[in-house]
Nanobody, 124 residues
């Protein structure tokens, strides 16, 4: 059974940075496309960033382009989300997700496995 465990969330002031990590329990991590999503109170879950299995292809939501960076270390079964210049509107629970296809997509339905989420709160 695939398991994704996120960490690195917390409280930060606007303009600050955080790095989220997600560790996957699988022997074939490099075969999974990985994504980060977020869900703010009262809002739908939305795509933040995605990365292909080999790390060569990435995709970002317009709201985070230029501020967030997704990366992965396949030898460590880990995907990261570096978040810089954080804004109060970035406050949400951030989820890690995995998909068996090689194509990065932004649709929630495109992902097969999900973590439990980590809270990110940005104060103004």
């Amino acid at each position: 059974q695939r398991q994704l465990v996120e960490s690195g969330g917390g409280l930060v002031q606007a303009g600050g940075s955080l790095r989220l990590s997600c560790v996957a329990s699988t022997r074939t991590f490099s075969s999974y496309t990985m994504g980060w999503f977020r869900q703010a109170p009262g809002k739908e879950r939305e795509f933040v960033a995605g990365i292909s299995g080999n790390g060569y292809s990435t995709s970002y939501a317009e709201a985070v382009e230029g501020r967030f960076t997704i990366s992965r270390v396949n030898a460590a079964n880990t995907v990261y989300l570096q978040m810089n210049s954080l804004k109060p509107e970035d406050t949400a629970v951030y989820y890690c997700a995995a998909r068996t296809s090689r194509v990065v997509v932004s649709s929630i339905r495109g992902y097969d496995y999900w973590g439990q989420g980590t809270q990110v709160t940005v104060s103004s």
